[in-house]
């Protein structure tokens, strides 16, 4: 019987172990690098020929960014200190990348931003994000690390 018992607590031992691995490793993968040079510089490209259309070359976004356009949609907000993307944790911001805004907003919400799920990879969606958070100060890289570690917290206590 005892051995029985032992044996159901090394298998739930090491399938939470696992459950936790993995979940990490997603995480981790998604980590903003904004210190890794190679990094940035790839995704400093890669903003340029798939972002700076609509967010500006120097993140500045389009104008009156928090007015509704004529057709009801936001303008493309500024990617730099001035916006809003460093409100948002590393797994917020490559969600709405990889799959539009209508993946925290709700399917019905109408954007001008196209997912970019297919575009990219996910390795290029984190060097874009890693570009736009090297270009933040210092105090707000500091507040979004630390919106990062209370959302990873949050993460692991829904585990």
């Known amino acids: 019987m005892m051995r029985n018992v032992l044996i159901l607590v090394a298998v739930v031992a090491v399938l939470l172990g696992y459950q936790l691995y993995t979940h ?4 981790s993968e998604r980590a903003l690098q904004p210190k890794n040079e190679q990094i940035v ?13 609509c967010h500006g070359d120097n993140l500045e976004g389009q104008e009156n960014w928090r007015q509704r356009l004529a057709s009801g ?3 493309a907000p500024p990617h730099d200190e001035t916006g809003h993307t460093w409100h948002h944790d590393d797994e917020a911001l490559f969600n709405v990348t990889q799959y539009g805004p209508q993946y925290v907003a709700g ?7 196209p997912s970019f ?15 736009i958070k090297s ?12 919106i990062n570690r209370r959302s990873e917290i949050t993460r692991q206590q829904q585990n």
């Open 135 to 146: 270009t933040w100060p210092a105090k707000a890289q500091a507040t979004h690390d630390e």
């Open 107 to 113: 399917a019905d919400y109408q954007s001008d931003m």
């Open 41 to 53: 510089s790839q995704g400093q490209a890669l903003y340029m020929a798939h972002c700076a259309s």
């Open 73 to 75: 949609r936001l303008p």
């Open 24 to 27: 990490k490793s997603e995480v």
């Open 117 to 131: 799920e297919g575009v990219i990879s996910d390795a290029e969606i984190v060097a874009v994000l890693s570009f």
